[in-house]
């Protein structure tokens, strides 16, 4: 009611001054009236001032608007069994709610078809004063045979160019000008070929003569298509034969025309042309959850796609009895399947024995609800082959699942694979019960150790364990020397190396011999909803490992193992910097982890290096450890950039939080009645088998239960560096504990500790910045410091009244290292 009144009462306001009256009351953003009175008027000029200030809150806010004008490379697609999309179409996902996205480009379209084909006038018709407009043509404009699209460059293009900008600009909101993105094309030789011609010059000179912000769309997709390189940027357009999708009819070469992986990538261009000029739209770039990182900047993950043809194996002669072997009847069908060009082998109902599987390209291996997959327990169905453990070429059993260097490939379904592991494990009497211990004797046979405290499967298996010997392939060894202990050398279950295109999805992983899922030397993986199940005290069982792969995605997965949970390796010491593979760029998102070494772990193998990890919204329950970060020297490697949010854990037996570059490869708990010594310390040169950990960003933890809340160590010669944890609440029996490292930031951590003398420990460690730390009432001693090369620690907006003593000093660490600023007597 107020506002109709206003607005009547200055229609009714004529003649001569105009002047400008700001409205910024409550929820009104740069809104304002231009109002003009008779000159006469000063005292009514004040009294429509006060008025509007009093009831602009009574305004809405506008949310602007950005208008996307262009062609089929940034038009919206249909969703439904159709691999397309428009760059347009992905770009809402980058951006926040307090903007809209209205997406007017059309398939086909120059920018004179879209004005005489009315687009640009429904485009005015809309358009608002504050809005803003991103104006991408080119593709269609260059086709001189069609005169209804045909606009040279120089000509009508330009023209048209400068009309949109102005007629943008009369309505009071903001022109962007995008030059055309790339169509992909390479010569013979692998050179990157320009098919554009002087249309983006055009657009550069209009933005120039205009002053109009422009985004090089044209530059940086030559630059990621070029660094994609002849197959792999690929992924980025519709290079998909028939059979695929119900609503796309295929097409073996399409490189004008973005998958949904392109798209993606292309938008995330945009958005980072918006911030790397600081454009006013940048305040309205999603942030990722992770510290000062963007949505668009997280990694993209190209996802598989296969044929719908389907291949069932009892269709090859498959019997579910849960007895006769299936190799065979998997080996047919997988072969028909890969014979068609691809698809789904599918695995129905019922329990199939078989020995490997082994994987080829384009296949979509699919275990129906029901299905259950059992490997064969018959050593002899394992051949000795060229594989890898723990980061080195070794020989090994071959795994029952294979896929090496083949691409499109996926595992899917709710069906069960079991590993038959414990005919293959080897187990210690103290961690079963009595009864548990004679049933797997009873059951599984074998042989035991001379002390009786340690069952192998087999003669082989133990002497094997006598040299712990990993059949490392070094000295001109092959698989053949290896045959006297080939038991010893247990198979990885699913075993993935030098392939593209990965999805797991749904299945469950169960019993497996060694590690689960190893995924090595991979790309573009996706991992989703998958289930690793093996007993807690499962030799070298981990769940998940991914060694020198990049782009990946882990997401909606559930794992309770005997060994780590989700891993993160590259190679182990000088074998691994040789082939200097790191892992990077990796999304891990909503995974529960319950029993294992560790929750999230990156090494110990990681002398190729690891990048780039963004983890999020995971749960571990049970873990040993919940965040774990473990290297030894002797590694080499750099660990940088490791952003983690939002992650809960419960009842962690050792550290919430541990960097360790002591590495014993021990379990991380120690057993009752073992003893283990502190490492020697002692400083070394530093040389390329130093290994590094730095730059790692956590926030939003919580631990309720644990045996140390947070524990750093790095080793005198190389510190850990920069660490941030910051909104952390951590229950645990021991608080902070930081030795030999420089650049650590707590901030906002409340660490609940049993034992508060003192809360937090520090030794010979520099920079090292506590701010805002809550903790028990009446604590024995908030900080104690020590070691000569302590330096630089500051307390910040901590209260300190409510402890007993605040510092402590020792070992050539003096009080004078410590500053206390803003804290609270």
């Not at 660490?751 to 520099?766: E, G, H, Q, R």
């Amino acid at each position: 009611m107020f506002g109709k009144k206003i607005n009547k009462d200055l229609k009714n306001l004529k003649n001569s001054a105009g002047f400008i009256i700001p409205l910024n009351g409550l929820g009104v953003k740069s809104v304002s009236f231009k109002i003009s009175l008779p000159r006469r008027t000063g005292g009514l000029v004040a009294l429509v001032i006060i008025t509007l200030t009093s009831f602009a809150f009574l305004l809405p806010a506008k949310k602007p608007t950005i208008f996307l004008i262009g062609d089929s490379t940034c038009a919206n697609k249909p969703l439904e069994e159709n691999p397309e999309r428009g760059w347009g179409q992905l770009l809402p996902g980058f951006f926040t709610e307090e903007v809209s996205i209205q997406n007017h480009a059309v398939n086909g379209r120059s920018t004179k078809s879209f004005i005489s084909g009315h687009n640009w006038d429904t485009v005015m018709s809309r358009l608002q004063q504050g809005d803003y407009v991103m104006i991408q043509f080119g593709h269609n404009d260059q086709k001189a045979e069609d005169s209804t699209r045909s606009a040279p460059a120089h000509g009508l293009y330009k023209e048209n160019l400068v009309r949109f900008v102005k007629d943008i600009r009369g309505k009071g909101a903001h022109p962007i000008l995008i030059t055309p993105v790339m169509r992909r094309k390479f010569d013979a030789a692998g050179k990157f070929i320009d098919q554009h011609g002087d249309y983006p010059g055009v657009v550069k000179e209009v933005a120039r003569l205009l002053n109009v912000p422009l985004i090089d769309l044209h530059k940086s997709s030559e630059a990621l298509i070029v660094k994609g390189g002849v197959e792999n940027s690929k992924r980025l357009f519709l290079n998909i034969p028939a059979g695929h999708f119900k609503n796309y009819k295929g097409k073996e070469e399409d490189n004008t025309h973005f998958s949904e992986y392109g798209a993606s990538s292309i938008a995330s261009l945009v958005c980072q042309g918006i911030k790397d000029q600081q454009l006013p739209l940048v305040v309205y770039l999603k942030p990722s959850g992770f510290k000062e990182k963007s949505a668009f900047e997280l990694p993209k993950i190209y996802a598989p796609h296969f044929k719908k043809d389907s291949f069932n194996i009892l269709n090859y002669g498959a019997i579910a009895d849960g007895y006769t072997l299936n190799a065979p009847a998997f080996k047919k069908a997988i072969e028909a399947c890969a014979e068609k060009g691809g698809g789904t082998v599918v695995v129905p109902a019922g329990s199939f024995v078989t020995g490997p599987i082994i994987m080829k390209s384009n296949i979509n291996l699919h275990l129906q609800k029901g299905a259950l997959v059992i490997f064969s327990p018959d050593f002899n169905q394992y051949p000795l082959v060229v594989s890898s453990f723990e980061g080195v070429d070794a020989a090994r059993c071959q795994s029952p699942v294979v896929a090496e260097h083949i691409e499109n490939i996926a595992i899917t379904g709710e069906g069960i694979m079991n590993g038959n592991g414990f005919y293959w494990r080897p187990l210690k009497k103290d961690k079963v019960t009595e009864s548990q211990w004679e049933n797997h004797i009873k059951e599984y046979g074998g042989v035991l150790t001379e002390d009786k405290k340690m069952w192998y499967s087999s003669s082989k298996a133990l002497k094997g364990s006598l040299t712990n010997n990993i059949g490392k392939l070094e000295g001109g060894k092959t698989v053949k020397d290896f045959e006297e202990v080939k038991d010893f050398l247990r198979p990885n279950m699913i075993r993935i190396f030098d392939c593209k295109n990965i999805l797991i999805e749904g299945v469950t992983f169960e019993n497996s011999p060694a590690w689960t899922t190893h995924v090595m030397m991979s790309e573009h993986i996706t991992i989703k909803n998958l289930k690793v199940k093996n007993p807690w005290f499962g030799t070298n069982t981990d769940a998940l490992d991914l060694e020198s792969c990049k782009n990946a995605l882990v997401e909606n997965c559930n794992f309770d193992t005997g060994d780590d949970g989700i891993t993160i390796k590259s190679g182990r010491d000088a074998e691994g910097r040789k082939r200097g593979m790191p892992t990077q760029d990796v999304i891990i998102n909503n995974c529960v982890v319950y029993h294992a070494h560790g929750g999230f772990v990156v090494g110990s193998e990681m002398s190729g290096g690891v990048n780039n990890m963004f983890v999020s919204n995971c749960t571990f329950i049970g873990s040993d450890i919940g965040l774990r970060f473990k290297t030894t020297r002797g590694r080499g490697g750099v660990v940088e950039n490791i952003y983690v949010n939002n992650v809960n854990m419960l009842d962690i037996p050792a550290e919430a939080i541990l960097f360790d570059m002591y590495y014993m490869a021990k379990d991380p708990v120690v057993l009752a009645g073992e003893k283990r010594e502190p490492p020697k310390v002692e400083t070394r040169a530093v040389d390329e088998s130093t290994p590094q950990f730095r730059n790692f960003y956590f926030t939003n933890i919580t631990c309720n239960g644990a045996a140390k809340g947070i524990f750093i160590r790095g080793i005198p010669e190389m510190h850990v560096q920069n660490v941030l944890i910051e909104n952390a609440v951590l229950q645990a029996g021991e608080g902070i504990d930081i030795q030999e490292a420089s650049g650590i930031t707590l901030n906002n951590i409340t660490m609940i500790s049993k034992n508060t003398n003192p809360v937090a420990y520090i030794l010979n460690s520099d920079g090292v910045t506590i701010k805002q730390l809550k903790y028990k009432d009446s604590a024995e001693v908030l900080l104690q410091v020590q070691g000569d090369r302590s330096k630089g620690i500051k307390i910040l907006n901590t209260n300190t009244g409510t402890v007993r003593q605040k510092l402590i000093t020792g070992f050539g660490a003096a009080e004078g290292v410590v500053s206390w600023e803003k804290t609270r007597q």
